[in-house]
Nanobody, 122 residues
Framework: QVQLVESGGGPVQAGGSLRLSCVSS????????MGWYRQAPGKQREFVAG??????NYADSVKGRFTFSRDATSNTAILQMNLLKPEDTGVYYC?????????????????WGQGTQVTVSS
């Protein structure tokens, strides 16, 4: 079981910055993946940025503006969002996956935070 608690969302004007944090109840070194997704009204949830298999990946729409990082001392994933645009508006969810089971039957379990609202006004 992994609990994820997000914080840092809120209203901001276009061109501004926000910093989202996600605290994990499990050491980040025991997580297979950790990242951020977002869901805009009327749209499907989409990947934003995250860590997996030793790499940090970004959605094309946020490359150069968002930075994903992890703080092992506090088991926290951070999403620094700069040059925000109205289309970045949505609920941002933290996601983490772990592997369970024997090697020959390993499977992944995914966990989600409660989400934090980001609203960018033009």
């Amino acid at each position: 079981q992994v609990q994820l608690v997000e914080s840092g969302g809120g209203p901001v004007q276009a061109g501004g910055s926000l910093r989202l944090s996600c605290v994990s109840s499990r050491s980040i070194f025991r997580l297979k993946t950790m990242g951020w997704y977002r869901q805009a009204p009327g749209k499907q949830r989409e990947f934003v940025a995250g860590f997996s298999d030793g790499n940090v990946n970004y959605a094309d729409s946020v490359k150069g503006r968002f930075t994903f990082s992890r703080d092992a001392t506090s088991n926290t994933a951070i999403l620094q969002m700069n040059l925000l645009k109205p289309e970045d508006t949505g609920v941002y969810y933290c996601n983490a996956e772990i592997e369970v089971g024997p090697v020959e039957l390993v499977r992944r379990l995914a966990y989600w935070g409660q989400g934090t609202q980001v609203t960018v006004s033009s």
